[in-house]
């Protein structure tokens, strides 16, 4: 894929995925805040179903189980995430401030990002990009498999969708 900046969520699912596209393509893996999936982290009270946020992990948590993940500079002894159960009008926010950074960080050059996330995450990111309304009641899904692979291109004339939920490189016993 000719990546040259690999980015990934500071969730263990996406890390550890993440970690093996790193040594495979020889790139550095950066955690980025902003790509965790929708909801934050949570857990759900056994007895009510009351949401209640969970902090996440330190610079400590991450240094010692993933020495090889680069860290954002900001993440420190308080934990990457702080925040209560993200509604679906929080999450489109941070997909904004998501969109805005990678801008930033790559708009206008030849850079080839790769962003290991979730399902939630890329349903809304892809929504944001496409300048689809907000779905009411799950009208529309962008769905994503495990481990599948979208490509968009950005160029001076537009946006050029490639492929969406690429997993034809798995055996399908590994479609999930």
């Not at 990457?80 to 941070?94: H, K, P, Q, S, V």
């Not at 979730?118 to 779905?135: E, K, N, R, S, V």
């Not at 009641?137 to 979208?150: C, E, K, Q």
Request: hydrophobic share 45%; net charge neutral.
């Amino acid at each position: 894929f000719g990546l040259t900046h690999l980015y990934c969520s500071l969730m263990d699912r996406a890390i550890n995925t993440g970690l093996a596209v790193s040594r495979a393509v020889g790139l550095p893996l950066l955690a980025w805040t902003e790509a965790h999936e929708g909801g934050g982290l949570y857990k759900v009270d056994e007895t009510s179903g009351a949401l209640s946020g969970v902090p996440g992990g330190n610079r400590e948590y991450f240094a010692a189980r993933y020495p090889e993940l680069v860290l954002p500079a900001q993440l420190g002894a308080a934990g990457w995430y702080r925040g209560g159960y993200e509604e679906a009008d929080a999450l489109r926010a941070r997909i904004a401030v998501f969109r805005q950074q990678l801008a930033e960080r790559h708009g206008g050059s030849s850079d080839r990002v790769g962003v290991v996330t979730h399902g939630d995450f890329y349903h809304h990111l892809l929504a944001a990009i496409m300048q689809a309304p907000a779905a009411a009641n799950g009208a529309y899904w962008f769905y994503l498999n495990n481990l599948g692979i979208s490509r968009l291109d950005f160029r001076a004339e537009g946006l050029r969708v490639m492929y969406l939920n690429r997993v034809d490189y798995l055996p399908a016993a590994l479609v999930t």
